[in-house]
């Protein structure tokens, strides 16, 4: 049985120029795992907290206290486990850091020495990581999100959307459903020219929003998919991050944009409108995290029609998507490994879900870097969606193009059946 001989962290850098966590677990097979941790900017409250101090840079968004824990309290703890066992790996990280919320080692500690230990144990196994995952169960690509335009935190709050994103649900192959996005992504960026309205990309790589208004972003995403050739709602369709907890709070909304402030009843109204005038098909954070109440009307309204997804308000996290399940609020989940804080939670939040007939779609943070793993997560999962933000950065692409790796081993393709409802598996 192959155990943990070594954990080292380093801080390494962030697609924001951020410093970050990188955490090396060696084996004594001599078998090594990497992880990094990402870093969100519309984080929810629920959310695993990264540790952060006043060390490496003058904007005091250092990292060294997170690093001290992982030489102090992660490697002695964890040298000797088998890495084969991940749930033991994990429940030993939790039980460290001892707080609900990942304060005291850090979200960042933590999930970047969760990762790594996965990463390990793969490499031991001599397997791509998604097969390790697999265990001999079929497993398909699968279907991707991907942002054409940024807004919300990721763009100074130049408009209230934060993701403005395509499925591409005409797609046959993984590798497809990527040349219809990046035809898409490069109409827009023609349309944004043409008008003048070119001003560079938001935090996750789409276009910057340069609108007047929130519908304006919504009609020029439908430009650009029929400017690709492409037919919107059938080719193509729209995906939404409203990211609501970022401009919404008790109850009262504010579109900054429009200037305009809505009751939760009033947004719901606004988003019913744009989907009957839209080709959407998903929607993530309709309404504020504290706001169940406008979550499940809005899911009695709408949730028959398009998948409803909770990020702030469910932060990947077991106990809260069963609850959401039982009073019928979203019907779907995303999914990210630093929210939750360990791949062991991440996991079980994923269960919880399928459980639960919620469709599942794991997706990166607007922080990001190489790191792929989440690829590896949805597909080894089986999850039926994966969220990476853009087309044109590089720490997107290399999310994008180790899909493109892992379809070239001959793994089938989630497409479309990814946003059809499972039945609960319990
Ligand atoms: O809200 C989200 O879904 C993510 C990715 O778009 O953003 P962040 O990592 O800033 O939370
Ligand atoms: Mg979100």
């Known amino acids: 049985m192959s155990r943990i001989k070594d ?11 951020w410093p970050t966590v990188e955490v090396e677990v060696t084996l004594d097979t001599g078998a090594v795992g990497r992880g990094i941790a990402p870093a969100g900017a519309s984080r929810g409250a629920h959310e695993a907290v990264e540790l952060r101090d006043g060390g490496a840079l003058l904007g005091g ?7 001290a824990g992982i030489e102090r309290d992660i490697a002695p703890a964890l040298v000797g486990l088998p890495v084969s066992d991940q749930a033991r790996i994990d429940r030993t990280l939790i039980d460290l850091d001892g707080t609900p919320n990942r304060s005291r080692l850090g979200g960042n500690a933590v999930v970047a020495t969760s990762m790594a230990a996965l990463n390990a144990a793969a490499a031991d196994a001599g397997l791509p990581l998604w097969r390790h995952l697999a265990e001999g ?3 398909r690509l699968p279907l991707p ?5 940024g807004g919300g935190a990721h763009a100074g709050r130049r408009i209230d959307i934060q993701d403005l994103m395509v499925i591409a649900t005409g797609a046959g192959s993984f590798g497809q459903a990527l040349e219809m996005t990046a035809e898409v992504y490069h109409s827009a960026g023609r349309i ?4 003048g309205l070119l001003q560079g990309v938001a935090d996750e790589g789409g276009w910057w929003p340069a609108f007047d208004t929130n519908e304006e972003a919504l009609d020029t995403l439908v430009r650009a998919i029929e400017g690709a050739g492409l037919v919107p709602g059938e080719d193509v369709c729209i995906a939404l991050d409203i990211a609501a907890s970022e401009f919404g709070r008790n109850g009262r909304y504010r579109l900054g944009l429009e200037g305009v402030e809505y009751d939760s009843d009033g947004l719901c109204a606004v988003l019913l409108d744009w989907l009957d005038r839209y080709p959407i098909v998903s929607i993530e954070d309709p309404l504020a995290e504290d706001d169940e109440t406008g979550l499940v009307a809005f899911t009695r309204a709408a949730g028959t029609r398009v998948q409803i997804v909770g990020d702030d308000y469910l932060v990947t996290d077991a106990r809260r998507v069963e609850a959401a399940a039982a009073k019928g609020a979203c019907n779907a989940v995303l999914l990210k490994p630093n929210q939750a804080g360990t791949i062991t939670e991440t996991q079980d939040a994923l269960a919880a879900a399928k459980a639960a007939g919620f469709n599942t779609i794991v997706s990166a943070r607007s922080g990001e870097t190489e790191d792929a793993i989440i690829v590896h997560l949805s597909t080894g999962w089986n999850a039926g969606q994966l969220k990476v933000g853009s ?10 193009n180790e899909a493109i790796r892992i379809e070239s081993a001959g793994l089938p393709f989630f ?3 990814a946003l059809q409802r499972p039945t609960r598996s319990t």
């Open 61 to 67: 968004k250092g990292v060294r206290t997170a690093l």
């Open 145 to 149: 999100q991907i942002q054409i335009f």
């Open 415 to 417: 497409g479309r059946s």
């Open 192 to 195: 944004m020219a043409g008008r």
């Open 7 to 17: 954990v080292r962290g380093r801080q390494v850098w962030d697609s924001r120029g």
């Open 391 to 400: 087309f044109a950065r590089s720490e997107r692409m290399a999310k994008w």
């Open 137 to 139: 169960r079929p497993v």
